[in-house]
């Protein structure tokens, strides 16, 4: 039979990267693919897969029990607008979060875990699939930061952390030592775009981890389409933490970075 694990995909390439990470490493992969969210892809590349809409929470611990799994991991990004609409929400999801003392990402994922992990399913941490992606501090782009980037990186760094940690967003995007915009629901690349909107040209994304980051919840991560945005925007840098966000197609990011003498950084 084989070890298996269950893959809960989310948007992104990345997801296909975790699946081929996972078999090389000997796992009989079962994907729950999001409705709406994640690669079609992923059905040939897996050995068992089921559309799960984002909020059937049931038809997901029945998949997963009718295929043996017993550990899973969450890849992607699933759109968390979901929730706070609750279009088509099923029953248990229903009573699930009539209970809970909030609706923070966090605390919904926390308590999905607690339920699958009480039907027998562990949530793993899904470091083991992100090593490659991981960067060292330094400078990854061909042009070099201005000092006012360096300024802006500076300044705007504890204040991107200590919006992490209030569970807001993991993203703020400065100019001239001012925050232009902090991330909320609307992920990362819409909040560049808005900053773009509102401070024009030169501003600076900075993403960062929380203190105590439970990678089982949430996994932050820049790449390819966050880039695309800068360049749309006329960002000037792009700065992240080494070694707890991954870089997710990062040569063509890097590329893309140095056509357009956007500075790229990470940063300890």
């Not at 952390?161 to 992920?187: F, Y």
Request: hydrophobic residues 50%; proline residues 4%.
């Amino acid at each position: 039979m084989g070890l298996r694990i269950g893959i809960i995909a989310g948007s992104g390439r990345f997801t296909l990267q975790a699946l081929e990470r996972a078999k090389a490493r000997g796992y009989v992969c079962v994907v729950a693919g999001v409705r709406g969210e994640a690669l079609p892809e992923l059905k040939i590349a897996a050995d068992a897969f089921e559309w799960i809409g984002p909020t059937e929470l049931e038809k997901l611990i029945t998949f997963f029990k009718s295929q043996g799994v017993t550990e899973t991991v969450f890849v992607g990004k699933v759109e968390p607008r979901t929730l706070v609409r609750r279009d088509g929400l099923d029953e248990g999801l229903v009573r699930l979060l009539s209970q809970l003392k909030d609706k923070t990402p966090t605390t919904v994922l926390r308590t999905l875990i607690e339920v699958l992990t009480a039907q027998g399913i562990r949530v793993k941490d899904p470091s083991f699939l992100l090593e490659p992606f991981l960067c060292p501090p330094g400078r990854l782009s061909a042009a070099a930061p201005a000092a006012s980037i360096e300024e802006d990186a500076a300044f705007g760094w504890a204040l991107a952390r200590s919006i992490a940690d209030l569970d807001i967003g993991q993203t703020i995007v400065v100019k001239d030592k001012a925050i232009v915009a902090v991330e909320a629901m609307e992920g990362t690349d819409e909040t560049i775009r808005r900053a773009g909107r509102l401070a024009g040209p030169g501003i600076v994304a900075i993403k960062v981890g929380r203190t105590r980051q439970d990678m089982r919840i949430d996994v932050p991560a820049v790449g390819l389409e966050t880039m695309r945005v800068l360049v749309a925007v006329h960002g000037a840098a792009l700065v992240f933490e080494a070694g707890r966000v991954p870089f997710f197609q990062k040569e063509e990011a890097l590329a893309l970075a140095d056509a357009n003498g956007i500075a790229v950084l990470a940063r300890e």
